[in-house]
């Protein structure tokens, strides 16, 4: 049901968060092949505005359908501050046999993933805001990255969930 409204409203951000989702879900849940339409289509609907989580889907899908060179170009033009991408950058270089740099954005994602992931839970969820990629999405992406990489949990730069406010706090 979901994907047919959005096939009739093509809403680009509920395309693009269902493109992150397609490609970051647990295994038996992805469809890559149709997160790189949607991902591509919210592109195309809206080349300018938000132009790093844009190319971010395509490149997460990318990645899913096993071409990671063209994932990896299409994270290279992105610009600005390091992303949840940095784990999806880490699975590809490691899938290309370039193990320094996949560590590289291992550790660069590892350490936005932290501010981020506390900004969702104070900045988002007390203004009611849905951030994408989740804090799920975010968790998923940095275990799976750590197995293929062979980091060990104890390395991995653990986010606790910080305490939820309730109107009686």
Not at 11 to 16: E, I, L
Not at 38 to 62: C, F, I, K, N, Y
Not at 105 to 113: E, I, P, T, V
Request: proline share 5%; glycine share 6%; with cysteine.
């Amino acid at each position: 049901v979901f994907l047919e409204a959005i096939r009739r409203l093509p809403n680009v951000q509920n395309q693009q968060m269902l493109a992150d989702w397609l490609s970051s879900a647990p295994e038996r849940f992805r469809d890559p092949e149709l997160a790189l339409q949607l991902a591509q289509r919210a592109l195309e609907l809206d080349p300018g505005t938000s132009d790093m989580e844009r190319h971010e889907s395509v490149a997460w899908a990318q990645y899913r359908l096993g071409d990671h060179q063209a994932c990896l170009a299409t994270l290279g033009k992105i610009t600005g501050d390091t992303s949840a991408s940095d784990f999806i950058r880490a699975m590809a270089y490691q899938s290309l046999g370039s193990t320094s740099e996949a560590r590289a954005a291992f550790d660069r994602g590892c350490q936005w993933s932290h501010t981020y992931i506390q900004k969702v839970y104070v900045d988002g969820w007390s203004r009611k805001v849905i951030w994408t990629p989740t804090p799920g999405m975010i968790r998923r992406l940095q275990a799976e990255a750590a197995e293929m990489l062979g980091v060990a949990e104890s390395e991995l730069n653990a986010v606790a969930d910080p305490p939820v406010a309730t109107n009686n706090q």
